[in-house]
């Protein structure tokens, strides 16, 4: 008898909440549009606008395709070109290359010309380099580097830091395929 009373109550207070609902729906419709009247009529009355003529349509010339008797660039590469490629690195010093498997850092996306020291923070056993934005979407943010990261598009990597300049070391490719190691220096800027 409980559970009967109980789907009654529910069913009676669906329907009451259906009937208000409906009312409203009937009560928004029933809404003066008499300004939106207004509006339409005005832009009706503006007289139209010039329609600016089409462009000229330049005639498509196909490009001929020249370089099919030159070697594919997916095709293998031919055994005497690979050997003479290894024979160029075999100078190179193995010790030196960047880490190809190590997650680049956000400010390895900008190039050490688009950033200047501009001050440090030091705490007890840490020490910071603050380092300005000078070029690119984030100009003009400092941003706080420490010892060990990374930053430049030539693998940059900070291994030295004193109140005066921050000393990193880049990697660049030489003329032979191998790697060059040198260092860069961020200087204070003043002002």
Not at 116 to 124: F, K, N, Y
Request: net charge negative; charged share 25%; proline share 6%.
């Amino acid at each position: 008898m409980h559970n009967k009373n109980n789907r009654i109550f529910f069913s009676n207070a669906l329907r009451i909440t259906l009937l208000a609902i409906l009312t409203l729906l009937i009560a928004a419709c029933g809404r003066s549009t008499s300004d939106l009247e207004a509006w339409v009529d005005t832009i009706k009355a503006k007289p139209p606008g010039r329609i600016e003529p089409m462009p000229d349509i330049k005639e498509y010339k196909p490009h001929d395709y020249a370089s099919a008797h030159l070697r594919s660039p997916f095709a293998l590469m031919q055994l005497e070109l690979e050997q003479q490629l290894r024979l160029l690195h075999e100078g190179c010093d193995d010790s030196i290359r960047p880490n190809p498997d190590r997650r680049r850092e956000d400010l390895e996306r900008y190039s050490l010309d688009s950033m200047e020291m501009v001050g440090t923070l030091s705490s007890p056993g840490k020490q910071w380099g603050l380092i300005k934005m000078t070029a690119g979407p984030i100009s003009g943010n400092v941003v706080k580097v420490q010892i060990g990261e990374y930053l430049g598009i030539h693998q940059g990597r900070i291994v030295s830091m004193g109140d005066q300049q921050i000393e990193i070391t880049t990697l660049v490719p030489d003329s032979k395929g191998c790697w060059e190691q040198r260092t860069v220096y961020l200087t204070l800027t003043e002002g």
